[in-house]
């Protein structure tokens, strides 16, 4: 199903003359970043932005991965009254283009050289119809692999580097008396670990065919069922209150030495910065076990809606200047854990696993292996990843679903979602 029915998109394109809730020179933003970490990294627009003189109405909807955000953003369209700007990612930002609701960010563009800035593959995304529309606060690697290296050393483990090594270190993580892999059960935490194992397993070509390309053959065929099972089987990893966890919470785990390792984007860095601790002293970071060669990416932008009030516009396009000026993307992206959109920029600042991501991103979109994240919204459209992600989701928690029946339900949900 498109993401608004034909019925309503008319009510949608009529709300959108109507005046924002923002007042003149104020910009409201909706975003999900509320975890510790995430909080840090928003509070530096915040302050940016009122530096400069303009206000700022934080409109945070809790909820990791930003379903719910979502939710909330598509009332609030319905109803006529988007905020200035919104957090909004991928092929995303081509449906609500398309709905008509994104303001130009052309002027600001070309002012500060945005085309001469961004790498192709990022700017690209920005642009809805030629101009653009949305900027992008920074780019996070999915494939990642968080470990505690005082669990490792108790139960004599190195960090994987396979997805078999995995499971031989998870066996004896658990025999030391940790939770070897900590999880949380949410819809778009399994997808994350899903796209991680299959990308590990099967390799960045199968990956692109079977979740950007949604290849019916790559979905339903052996690879994915392969990819299915070694997913299940990291249930023996995870503890009984995985349930419902939020993947900070899960993050917690590690950082407390509860559990020994989790497979998370890096978002989760910044949990482990909020919490003081040094990368490869405190905590450690690896490409998620077979994954080396790849890099998910996931880039954090922000969608400005089309405002009819000259005050509330100009403040979007001071917020839209301030994202990618040097400050900005060196500040936030040290809390957020994700590296900068730019990479012209001095990374001195940057721990080892922000200085690794740089280079893989680079390595990867050189030599291939740069694949858009399918779980963050970045390979398909929404009403493709909701069905991939029921399908995911309900295989993972059922007694009985075999991984020959999900991949059937893989092809017949990327089919039944397109339009
Ligand atoms: C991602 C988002 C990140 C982080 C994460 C957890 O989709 O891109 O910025 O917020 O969800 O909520």
Redesign the pocket.
């Known amino acids: 199903m498109p993401m608004f029915k034909k019925t309503t998109l008319a009510l949608a394109l009529a709300g959108a003359t109507l005046a924002a809730t923002a007042h003149a020179e104020e910009v409201e933003v909706l975003?999900?970043?509320?975890?510790g970490g995430?909080a840090r990294?928003a509070n530096v627009l915040k302050e940016l932005m009122e530096a400069e003189g303009y206000g700022w109405q934080d409109f945070a909807v809790a909820?990791?991965?930003?379903e719910t955000a979502m939710t909330v953003l598509k009332s609030r369209a319905m109803s006529g009254n988007p905020p200035s700007a919104a957090?909004i990612?991928g092929p995303e930002i081509q449906e609500w283009g398309e709905l008509g609701l994104l303001g130009n960010l052309d002027d600001v563009a070309g002012a500060e050289g945005w085309d001469e800035l961004l790498p192709e593959v990022v700017a690209n995304i920005m642009r809805y119809d030629g101009q653009y529309v949305a900027v992008p606060?920074?780019v996070?690697r999915v494939n990642w692999l968080w470990a505690n290296p005082e669990v490792l050393d108790a139960a004599g483990v190195e960090m994987p580097t396979t997805l078999d090594e995995l499971f031989v270190a998870g066996e004896a993580i658990r025999e030391a008396g940790f939770v070897p892999l900590a999880h949380g059960g949410q819809a778009?935490q399994d997808a994350t670990v899903f796209e991680s194992v299959l990308l590990g397993g099967q390799g960045s070509e199968f990956y692109q065919a079977a979740l950007v390309d949604l290849d019916p053959e790559a979905l339903g065929g052996d690879q994915m069922i392969e990819s299915l099972e070694d997913f299940k089987r990291l249930r023996e990893l995870m503890d009984e209150g995985m349930p419902g966890r939020d993947?900070?919470i899960a993050t917690a785990m590690v950082i407390e030495g509860a559990a020994g390792m989790q497979l998370m984007?890096d978002?989760a860095k910044?949990e482990f910065t909020a919490a003081g601790l040094t990368a490869g002293e405190d905590y450690l970071c690896a490409a998620a076990p077979g994954t080396e060669d790849a890099f998910t990416f996931?880039?954090?932008s922000l969608a400005m809606f089309r405002v009819t009030d000259d005050g509330e516009r100009e403040a979007q396009q001071a917020l839209a200047r301030l994202v990618l000026e040097p400050t900005f993307q060196e500040a936030f992206n040290l809390a957020?854990g994700?590296i900068p959109a730019r990479p012209d920029l001095e990374m001195s600042e940057f721990d080892s696993c922000a200085q690794q991501s740089l280079a893989d991103f680079q390595r990867t979109a050189e030599e291939g292996g740069l694949v858009p994240?399918m779980?963050?919204?970045m390979a398909v459209r929404a009403d493709v990843q909701g069905a991939i992600f029921d399908v995911v989701t309900n295989y993972f928690n059922s007694a009985d679903m075999t991984a020959e029946e999900a991949a059937e339900r893989m092809v017949s949900a990327a089919q039944a979602a397109s339009f």
Request: hydrophobic share 30%; aromatic share 16%; glycine share 22%.
């Open positions: 975003h999900w970043w509320t975890s995430e990294a909820g990791g991965g930003g957090q990612k606060a920074n996070h778009w993947w900070n984007g978002w910044g996931n880039i954090d957020k994700s994240s779980a963050h919204g």
